[in-house]
């Protein structure tokens, strides 16, 4: 598996993914904003995209599907219950199907949370060298999660996290949809000023630009992601000094993040 990440230069700060399959020359598409410059990539590293796949509905990780399934005859595909959210989706996906491309294995999560229809994209590390992969769309970012204010539930997400996300294993590599990654810093150090971890990836990538951000591990982001770490006790003893009335059960502790965060 070849993974080419883009950065898109616009303001939401999206990633655009082509993945590639070295035998077959084939590739997947994934969330692109920018079909022309999808499709160029793909000419320029000699491959032809036989898949699209959108992890969700919202326009900035669909726009590009008409300029891309126009070029190259891609097929759509997206979660089943997105079918009337995405125009011109031609394959369904729900949870546990694969997504076969000469080489490549991508199986298919069901990560509501951000929305309802949302899907994130694991290769397992037998199907990627040895090193499993996540293509995570707008659920889990470097440093924080995804909002849930454009038609999402906080509560599906911490259920997402709960059953989808706090499983996989260390070495999982994540390719999340957008870069927030200084923002999502500096936040995480709000509610962890005396995190090691995030101060020292907040001097790494103070001067790094968008196109050469680092690919982190899910094994890294344990470390300084406040969303990862809700049994920290900094984490939580800040919060009680902030809400005496809160809860501190994983899901007040998660919830009362994420408010933190969109209000931040």
Same mark, same amino acid.
């Given at each position: 598996?070849? =993974?080419?990440?883009? %950065?898109?230069?616009?303001?939401?700060? *999206?990633? *655009?993914?082509?993945?590639? #399959?070295?035998?077959?020359?084939?590739?997947?598409?994934?969330?692109?904003?920018?079909?022309? /410059?999808?499709?160029?990539?793909?000419?320029?590293?000699?491959?032809?995209?036989?898949?699209?796949?959108?992890?969700?509905?919202?326009?900035?990780?669909?726009?590009?599907?008409?300029?891309? =399934?126009?070029?190259?005859?891609?097929?759509?595909?997206?979660?089943?219950?997105?079918?009337?959210?995405?125009?011109?989706?031609?394959?369904?996906?729900?949870?546990?199907?694969? =997504?076969?491309?000469?080489?490549?294995?991508?199986?298919?999560?069901?990560?509501?949370?951000?929305?309802?229809?949302?899907?994130?994209?694991?290769?397992?590390?037998?199907?990627?060298?040895?090193?499993?992969?996540?293509?995570?769309?707008?659920?889990?970012?470097? /440093?924080?999660?995804?909002? #849930?204010?454009?038609?999402?539930?906080?509560?599906?997400?911490?259920?997402?996290?709960?059953?989808?996300?706090?499983?996989?294993?260390?070495?999982?590599?994540?390719?999340?949809?957008?870069?927030? !990654?200084?923002?999502?810093?500096?936040?995480?150090?709000?509610?962890?000023?005396?995190?090691?971890?995030?101060?020292?990836?907040?001097?790494?990538?103070? /001067?790094?630009?968008?196109?050469? !951000?680092?690919? !982190?591990?899910?094994?890294?982001?344990?470390? %300084?992601?406040?969303?990862?770490?809700?049994?920290?006790?900094?984490?939580?003893?800040?919060?009680?000094?902030?809400?005496?009335?809160?809860?501190?059960?994983?899901?007040?502790?998660?919830? /009362?993040?994420?408010?933190?965060?969109?209000?931040?």
């Amino acid at each position: 598996m070849k =993974v080419y990440r883009r %950065y898109m230069h616009n303001s939401l700060r *999206n990633f *655009n993914y082509l993945i590639g #399959c070295e035998t077959t020359r084939e590739a997947i598409a994934l969330d692109p904003l920018d079909g022309e /410059a999808m499709v160029r990539l793909a000419e320029q590293e000699g491959y032809r995209i036989r898949f699209i796949i959108n992890t969700h509905e919202h326009h900035d990780h669909v726009e590009g599907n008409p300029a891309v =399934v126009a070029a190259t005859g891609a097929q759509v595909l997206a979660h089943k219950n997105a079918i009337a959210r995405i125009p011109g989706v031609d394959r369904g996906l729900s949870a546990g199907d694969t =997504v076969e491309l000469g080489s490549l294995k991508l199986r298919v999560l069901h990560t509501p949370g951000h929305t309802p229809v949302h899907v994130c994209l694991l290769v397992a590390a037998e199907d990627n060298g040895g090193t499993p992969a996540l293509f995570s769309g707008d659920t889990l970012f470097n /440093a924080c999660a995804g909002n #849930c204010r454009n038609g999402g539930d906080v509560d599906e997400m911490y259920d997402t996290f709960v059953s989808q996300i706090l499983s996989l294993p260390d070495e999982t590599l994540l390719y999340p949809g957008h870069d927030y !990654m200084k923002n999502n810093l500096a936040f995480a150090l709000t509610r962890e000023p005396d995190n090691t971890d995030a101060r020292y990836w907040q001097a790494e990538v103070a /001067a790094t630009g968008e196109d050469d !951000m680092p690919l !982190m591990t899910l094994g890294q982001e344990r470390l %300084y992601n406040p969303f990862l770490r809700l049994h920290s006790e900094a984490i939580r003893q800040k919060l009680k000094e902030e809400f005496p009335a809160l809860g501190m059960g994983d899901r007040d502790v998660f919830r /009362a993040l994420r408010r933190l965060r969109d209000e931040w």
